[in-house]
């Protein structure tokens, strides 16, 4: 079975704080993502990564950076957290075949920016 | 582009009864449509998908989803629920050679005894 781990289930962090979110898969996708989930909202996507040092804005990059240093990790950076980040994030990844591909994901972690 | 909607924000159910969840799409292209669930606490899980073929889908669990492509419909439904179907579900489009998708706003259905 595919894992998708992510470091935290509950975070709570300070206005203008560096949060750094981590996502682990363990089955050699070449494919991560990095969504938001907000009530009425549906997942949106921030970032998409189909390398290792590889990535590309998704649809709400505005406020966020990723970093993918190795293939199995990809890491969302908050610069200076704000309270309209708080939100449900949710990492993603796949195998990188193209459109059929499904996306597993991790159990998320819930941000509270105060 | 590619998108999704989703009528029902939310479907009050009983167990053992039928429900019905809609999905309407659109897209420029041939076009691969999903099913995911989000059970209380947990992350997303596919439940079925589209990809050509019969235009009936089921899933391991009793759920199953016709492709409308005249209706650009993927309408997903279950003749009887349980309790623990009792979760979000998304309808989603692949958007691109990525395997990016783009996501309904999701439906919570609350099955009550």
């Known amino acids: 079975d595919v894992k998708v781990t992510q470091s935290s289930r509950y975070l709570v962090k300070r206005t203008g704080e560096k949060v750094f979110l981590e996502c682990v898969q363990d089955?050699?996708?070449?494919?991560m993502f990095w969504y938001r989930q907000d009530p009425g909202l549906g997942l949106r996507l921030i970032y998409f990564?189909?390398?290792?040092?590889?990535?590309e804005k998704g649809d709400i990059p505005e406020g966020y950076s990723v970093s993918r240093e190795k293939k199995e990790r990809f890491s969302l950076i908050l610069e200076s957290a704000s309270t309209n980040q708080t939100s449900m994030y949710l990492c993603?990844?796949?195998?990188?075949?193209?459109?059929?591909?499904?996306?597993?994901f991790g159990p998320g972690t819930r941000l509270t920016v105060l | 582009a590619q998108s999704v909607t989703q009528l029902d924000s939310q479907v009050p159910v009983f167990e053992e009864a039928p429900v019905e969840l809609r999905c309407n799409y659109s897209?420029?292209?041939?076009?691969?449509l999903f099913w995911y669930v989000q059970y209380p606490n947990q992350g997303l899980q596919l439940l079925l998908k589209?990809?050509?073929?019969?235009?009936l889908v089921e899933s391991i669990n009793g759920f199953e989803a016709e492709f409308n492509k005249s209706q650009t419909s993927f309408h997903l439904r279950k003749p009887s629920v349980h309790i623990s179907d009792t979760a979000e579900y998304f309808c989603?489009?692949?958007?691109?050679?990525?395997?990016?998708?783009?996501f309904g706003a999701g439906t919570q259905v609350v099955v009550t005894p």
């Open positions: 993603a990844s796949s195998i990188g075949q193209g459109r059929t591909d499904t996306q597993y």
């Open positions: 089955m050699d996708h070449e494919n």
């Open positions: 990564s189909y390398d290792v040092k590889m990535k």
């Open positions: 897209s420029s292209v041939s076009v691969y």
């Open positions: 589209y990809l050509s073929g019969s235009t």
């Open positions: 989603a489009v692949s958007v691109d050679s990525w395997g990016k998708l783009q």
